[in-house]
């Protein structure tokens, strides 16, 4: 088992979402360190790129301030070897970054660089499963996961074709359309829960999702994961308009990871002013 499955042994894996980069790489190391300490069980490490199309404005935005604050793929890569966590980390990026990475194009190196400095696995949202071969042979050869998104609209065919690629876990859409917290859960969560439940890999819910009370009813739909990211990313994007110093955002994301962790464990969520 892969030290990615192996987030979701013990019970729901709550899982957050930071662009990295946003506002600057030195934020966003005490960011991740800081979800890590309010009880992320995985972290999704987003590499920014310049056409995020899985992505709504809140993220978008995000991506926008890490780009224009020079994060790069090396640049994230010194990053996230720098981190001083003890969860597996997935890269959330686009397949043109991967492709070109290296010297010749192909994913080869720019995985074997991820596994040089800890990353477990791979989300590639613009990435078909029926163009993905070449990944899914660098991921093998160096024992790294890779992780697929399955949307509502997802046909069939390929859903087979997904399920004979897929490991660490299956990211399941919540919802259609982009990424972006909302005021409820989707009435499709269950229903696309229910198309993967016979999958041999955990199943965790994103897009949309927000407070303790909403990753609770995801896991009571069936998720083993909950995966949060515009609601954490609103925080940075608060604390970087209004010129907070890093280390208040951290403790606000601190906070805020640890209410959406009881949620996710079916624990009751720190009040407001244990959160502050």
Known sequence: MSRLAEAFAD????IPYLAVGDPSAEASRAYVEALVAGGADVVELGLP???PIAEGPTIQAAVGRALAAGMTPPAFFDLVESLDVDVPLVCMTYYNLIYRFGDEPGPRPFVERAAEV???????????PEEAGPL???CDAFDRDLVFVVAPTTRDDRLERIRSLVSGYVYVQARLGVTGAQTHVSDATAESLARVADWP????VGFGISTPEQAAEVVAAGADGVIVGS??????????ERGDPTAVVADRLEATARALAAGVAGRPAPSQSERT
Do not use: C, Q, T
Not at 11 to 14: H, I, N, T, V, W
Not at 118 to 128: A, K, Q
Not at 201 to 204: D, G, L, N, S, T
């Open 118 to 128: 800890g990353i477990d696995g791979f989300v590639v949202p613009d990435l078909p």
């Open 231 to 240: 609601a954490l990313v609103d925080l940075v994007a608060e604390g970087h």
């Open 201 to 204: 890999v955990p199943k965790a």
């Open 136 to 138: 899914e042979a660098a």
């Open 49 to 51: 790129f310049s056409e």
């Open 11 to 14: 019970g729901p894996a709550f």
